[in-house]
């Protein structure tokens, strides 16, 4: 059974960094896109960044210039996030589209990781 497994989140000073990683456990045929959504309190999930099979990316403009999201040959998607700003405080969710090795690798799954929080505040 694939699974994302986050880890990176916690509390960090307003201009400070953080890099979250989203790993892949089970075996997978194919990815063909991961990114990271977050989700403030009383507010809707949004997109935040997303890198393509090509490593094509997507940035949404609240973050542009500030983080960068990178995939390995191992399947990890770390996102890099730099001078934080206190807005960027939320619950980040790693999401991948895939598919598995089981089935013959026909198969399409869309994946969420559990979520981490990430807090901004002095």
């Known amino acids: 059974q694939v699974q994302l497994v986050e880890s990176g989140g916690g509390l960090v000073q307003p201009g400070g960094s953080l890099r979250l990683s989203c790993a892949t456990s089970?075996?997978?045929?194919?990815?063909?896109?991961t990114g990271w959504y977050r989700q403030a309190p009383g507010k809707q999930r949004e997109v935040v960044a997303a890198?393509?099979?090509?490593?094509?990316t997507h940035y949404s403009d609240s973050v542009k210039g500030r983080f960068i999201i990178s995939r390995d040959n191992n399947n990890k998607t770390d996102l890099q996030m730099n001078d934080l700003e206190p807005e960027d405080t939320a619950v980040y969710y790693c999401?991948?589209?895939?598919?598995?090795?089981?089935?013959?690798?026909?198969?399409?799954?869309?994946?969420w990781g559990q979520g981490t929080l990430v807090t901004v505040s002095s």
């Open positions: 890198i393509g099979s090509s490593g094509v």
């Open positions: 089970g075996s997978i045929f194919n990815i063909y896109v």
């Open positions: 999401n991948a589209g895939l598919s598995p090795t089981a089935g013959g690798g026909t198969r399409y799954l869309e994946l």
